[in-house]
């Protein structure tokens, strides 16, 4: 047992030490990257898309990486935008690394990109341990998936420095308790904004692109208090916990 939590603490610290390097990369070039995650079927390649779509109009250089298990399609989905977008397989793994991302991105990403969209692999656990150099990190929920969502994967939500609810178009239709979602988001992640999203209506995404740009000029300065405590915890002692819900965050303020 002892053996199995060393080598995935070595593993995460592995990938902290490529997310400090792949951030520095990115922040040389003036990109913004930003980590999506949400569970699968909530609406994120979608919302997505529009997004893209919202972006190359406004002549905003974005660029996106999505990921999967296996196909090609969201990659398929994502390039009617007209952004440049690359597809990374996994071939089984549940998140994305920083590694992987970097790799990528390597010889790839165009210059002048200012906003680079990370897709990450359907998934509200595994991703939530890894950082990927981001300096902003959404997790998304839709409103099928009911409103607890929040409090059931608080390290996806409360490591989050916006969250975004999905779908809102069919809020009524499920009788979406939109209270109680967004009393779940601040008992994990006090203060965070919360933006409302329909990729169907194009509810609330124009408020999203100006956000993350917001962000990317370092306007928008949300850190979450389990950051807060990362970051804390590394400054007094040498190796990380043990516990990967809390212990692997990203970036805690948005530059």
């Not at 390649?45 to 990486?65: D, I, K």
């Not at 692999?121 to 929920?141: F, K, Q």
């Not at 990380?240 to 530059?255: D, L, N, Q, V, Y």
Request: charged share 20%; proline share 5%; glycine share 8%.
């Amino acid at each position: 047992m002892c053996r199995t939590v060393d080598l995935h603490q070595a593993v995460l610290a592995k990938n902290d030490t490529n997310a400090v390097e792949l951030r520095r990369t990115l922040d040389d070039r003036g990109t913004t990257a930003v980590n999506l995650m949400s569970s699968p079927g909530s609406g994120k390649t979608a919302l997505l898309e529009a997004l893209l779509t919202r972006a190359v109009a406004a002549g905003t250089p974005a660029a996106a990486v999505t990921a999967d298990l296996a196909t090609e399609n969201d990659a398929t989905r994502l390039a009617r935008s007209g952004a440049p977008v690359q597809q990374i397989l996994t071939d089984g793994l549940c998140h994305l690394e920083a590694g992987m991302l970097g790799a990528k991105l390597e010889g790839w990403l165009p210059e002048g990109t200012r906003l680079l969209f990370v897709e990450n692999v359907g998934n509200l656990v595994c991703p939530a341990s890894y950082d990927l150099g981001e300096t902003v990190r959404i997790a998304l929920a839709s409103v099928t998936e009911g409103e607890d969502k929040p409090v059931k994967y608080p390290a996806a939500f409360g490591l989050a420095h916006l969250v975004v609810v999905t779908k809102t178009d069919l809020a009524e239709a499920v009788e979406f308790r939109r209270d109680a979602f967004l009393s779940g988001v601040q008992q994990v992640n006090p203060g965070v904004p919360v933006i409302e999203t329909s990729a169907r209506t194009g509810e609330g995404v124009d408020d999203l692109l100006a956000h993350v740009l917001r962000a990317a000029d370092g306007l928008e300065t949300h850190t979450p208090v389990l950051a807060r405590q990362h970051e804390k915890h590394l400054h007094h002692h040498d190796t990380p916990p043990a516990s990967a819900e809390h212990s692997h965050a990203p970036a805690g303020t948005p530059r």
